[in-house]
């Protein structure tokens, strides 16, 4: 969910961008969105993450692509004095987000997702929600998380090819079969399980339409 400085993706809808051109989001809130169907579909998103995230019950936490701070603020608020970091690209709807949304253990910080300068099990938790579709190197990505992760992976991604299928049903992004832009990496919910288990072990899969949530046991 971003807010214009945008510019327009292939398939029409406008999308943001850092300010070295990378393409951070699109304009549609889906958060905060009043369409009866994407508010079902939310409602099953954040019940089944809601629900992995308890499970996982943080001291430490990073969110690594926090987007505007929607889910790391609220967690930060949910984890009341305990240690949660937010990163994320350099773009001005992003900032302003952070601005709006501040909590008194909340810090964000723009880094790259590719080398986190944090020490080895520095966090609890590292989470990644709908941001591994984005990024160049997501199995880099995935080991620096792990690493700086002391026992849990909480990830999410577009559940593939469903996520383009949908898209091409409500006659977007046609031209490019449904990927939304800025949409790098594309995952069965198998392969991303594949992915994720060089990491750690897999020990919970939620399918909530159209994405795959994952949480995974990297320590003991």
């Known amino acids: 969910m971003s807010t214009p400085d945008t510019k327009r993706g292939t398939g029409g809808a406008p999308v943001t961008t850092s300010d070295d051109g990378i393409v951070t989001g699109n304009t549609y809130d889906k958060y905060g969105s009043t369409n009866p169907v994407v508010k079902k579909l939310m409602a099953g998103f954040e019940t089944n ?95 620096e998380m792990a690493r700086v992760a002391k026992r849990w992976l909480l990830v999410s991604v577009p559940r593939e090819p469903i996520w383009r299928a949908v898209n091409m049903a409500r006659g977007a992004y046609i031209k490019d079969w449904g990927n939304t832009p800025g949409h790098l990496n594309h995952w069965s919910t198998a392969s991303f399980k594949r992915l994720l288990s060089q990491h750690g072990e897999v020990v919970e899969v939620r399918k909530p339409f159209p994405w795959t949530q994952l949480l995974v046991r990297v320590g003991d």
């Open 49 to 143: 993450l809601e629900q992995l995230f308890a499970r996982a019950s943080p001291e430490s936490l990073l969110d690594v692509g926090c987007g505007e701070g929607v889910l790391v603020h609220e967690w930060a608020t949910k984890l009341s004095d305990k240690r949660v970091v937010g990163i994320d690209l350099e773009e001005e709807s992003i900032q302003a987000g952070w601005a709006q949304r501040q909590a008194p253990n909340l810090e964000y910080r723009i880094l790259r997702a590719e080398n986190l300068p944090f020490a080895d099990d520095e966090f609890d938790v590292a989470t990644a929600i709908e941001v591994l579709e984005h990024v160049p190197d997501p199995e880099h990505t995935v080991a």
